[in-house]
């Protein structure tokens, strides 16, 4: 059995992909930052159809905690899978802005760069010891990476650092046969950003190909997919999943 590691999986993608990779077999650890109950509810949920998951409290942004949960991901993978390795890590925790360049704050950049790539390199560093060889690691990066959108550039541009930090780790763990990979969302129904009203949904379906918004579902079973063994050869690529979102 795979056990795959998701930062923010209590709602939105992350939890799609708790779901996904419970349904292909995979034991599952969660984690939530505030919604310690949508996070349960995830765990219920995998649980009442036979999988196995647990969820644990994490803010990414706050790099110092890293070491103790490293702890106790250890500690929850001897209890609960009698393993002391884990098979997938899925960085997938964030937040969004919507403000121009010009009314920016220093501190609304700071906790963008901490949660979207100063995080992922960090908690990536601190569980290394507990992925197994041949593992798989899923980097959440953002079609605003290569469609400029006004009142997002702090956001975007720690999206494309991370998809460029991606290929560094794929290069630097390739000795250990450990794969990573960047999914990068196209305009996808969640609460990021305050979620879409029907005037935004409208506008973002008529600029997606395939006429409508993307569901936390059509994401979480490519981000499943990665993990898993079918995809064993692909390793450095950054995958848009947005139904053909402004091409």
Known sequence: MKIIVITGGSRGIGASTAVQCA???MGVILTYRSHAAGAESIVRAIEAEGGKALALPLDVGQIQSFAGFRDDVAAALAATWGRDRFDGLVNNAGHGLFRPIEAVTEAEFDGLLNVHLKGPFFLTQALLPL???GASIVNLTS???RVATA???PYAAFKGGLEVLTRYMAKEFGERRIRANAVSPGAIRTELGGGLNDE???LLAS???LGRVGEPD????VIANL???DSGWVNAQSIEVGGGYII
């Open 207 to 209: 600029q997606t190909a």
């Open 23 to 25: 349904k292909r077999g």
């Open 131 to 133: 992925l197994a060889d």
């Open 218 to 221: 059509d994401v979480g079973r």
């Open 227 to 229: 993990l898993s063994d």
């Open 151 to 153: 009142g997002v550039a």
């Open 200 to 202: 935004f949904e409208a």
């Open 143 to 145: 079609a605003t990476t």
